[in-house]
């Protein structure tokens, strides 16, 4: 089966830089990356997906960027504020026709004023 | 707005209780799925359910059953509560194959 590994766990910023959180997958078959956002007392919500025809995907302050050959994929978050700081999971699906993501372990962003 | 109602946010059960874990979806979602959370291990996927009456076993399902007697409810029972099945548990549903997970707001178990 599919296998994500997302890297840092934690990850500390100054408000105003930037941050970026990459994840690995292993199923070469998967054609889904969403990217979700949980903030403290909420369930996740998805924030922004790529699909594995494309490369890279911008919605204003975040981006990620998908390398299909090295089965990688990254988050980009520019000019972080406060209400940034959130834990964000990435997910991989497809694989297989299967529409179950897999998410790798989370990462928790804090961004300090 | 698209919604995932989770019934109870906060349980506090004993040992060997019966928990009874509810969700309500109401965006008419085929695939209805239950997650455990838990510091550093991320979402596990306990049970999935594609259809009334159908359901299917995730990665963790030992300790636990489902139920999905109607398209919008999917509820999630601990047979007998233990200490290690303290956590976070989300119940989230997708549409067909956008891949748009959907998420309840979670309920916080704690077993004592």
């Known amino acids: 089966g599919e296998n994500v590994e997302q890297h840092p766990s934690t990850l500390s910023v100054q408000e105003g830089d930037s941050a970026v959180i990459k994840c690995t997958y292993s199923?070469?078959?998967?054609?889904?990356f969403p990217w979700y956002k949980q903030e403290l007392g909420k369930g996740p919500q998805l924030i922004i997906d790529?699909?594995?025809?494309?490369g890279e995907k911008k919605d204003q302050r975040i981006a990620v960027t998908l390398n299909k050959t090295a089965k990688h994929f990254s988050l980009h978050i520019t000019e972080t504020q406060p209400e940034d700081s959130a834990v964000y999971f990435c997910?991989?699906?497809?694989?297989?026709?299967?529409?179950?993501?897999?998410f790798g372990r989370g990462t928790s962003l804090i961004v300090h004023p | 707005d698209v919604k995932v109602t989770q019934s109870s946010r906060y349980l506090v059960k004993r040992m060997g209780e019966k928990v009874f874990l509810e969700c309500v979806q109401d965006?008419?979602?085929?695939?209805m799925f239950w997650y455990r959370q838990d510091p550093g291990l991320g979402l596990r996927l306990i049970y999935f359910?594609?259809?009334?009456?159908?359901?299917e076993k995730g990665d963790i399902p030992k300790g636990y059953s489902v139920s999905r007697e109607k398209k919008e409810r999917f509820s999630l029972i601990l047979e007998s509560a233990s200490t290690n099945q303290t956590s976070m548990y989300l119940c989230a549903s997708i549409a067909g194959v956008t891949g748009e997970l959907f998420f309840g707001e979670g309920s916080r178990l704690t077993v004592l």
């Open positions: 359910s594609y259809d009334v009456k159908m359901k």
């Open positions: 997910a991989a699906s497809g694989g297989g026709g299967s529409y179950i993501p897999t």
């Open positions: 199923d070469s078959a998967s054609n889904y």
């Open positions: 965006m008419d979602h085929e695939n």
């Open positions: 790529i699909r594995s025809n494309v």
